[in-house]
């Protein structure tokens, strides 16, 4: 089974910029898809992001409501996966989780069956 650690989660103001990043251990070297979710408090998680083994760019995946600010990226080497945010917006604030799936729809919670324990990011205004 993989294990899933994030980083880099923290606060900073409207318009600003964070990374996050998750390093795997352990499990597959080939997961079939890598993502991030969020989940604010009393929400549902949500889809961020997501990118297809091997982590070309062409196969990524990145929310409508995010689309412009965020990018996501693997580094196969070492086995991290990053999240990009830029131009942050009170409504981005939650916990962030990545998580890895063997199958199914990359954009779907559902598909995914290893989660790290999140970072959380907050955005003030």
């Known amino acids: 089974q993989v294990q899933l650690a994030e980083s880099g989660g923290g606060t900073v103001q409207t318009g600003g910029s964070l990374e996050l990043s998750c390093a795997f251990s352990?499990?597959?070297?080939?997961?079939?898809?890598m993502g991030w979710f969020s989940q604010a408090p009393g929400e549902d998680r949500q889809f961020v992001a997501s990118?297809?083994?091997?982590?070309?760019?062409?196969?990524?995946f990145v929310s409508s409501r995010v689309n412009g600010r965020f990018s996501i990226d693997y580094e196969m080497v070492n086995r991290i996966l990053n999240l990009q945010m830029l131009n942050l917006r009170p409504e981005d604030t939650a916990v962030y989780y990545c998580?890895?799936?063997?199958?199914?729809?990359?954009?779907?919670?559902?598909?995914?069956?290893?989660w790290g324990r999140g970072t959380q990011v907050t955005v003030s205004s």
């Open positions: 998580a890895t799936a063997t199958s199914g729809d990359p954009q779907a919670v559902a598909s995914y069956s290893d």
């Open positions: 352990g499990g597959s070297d080939h997961p079939f898809a």
């Open positions: 990118i297809l083994w091997p982590g070309r760019r062409e196969h990524t």
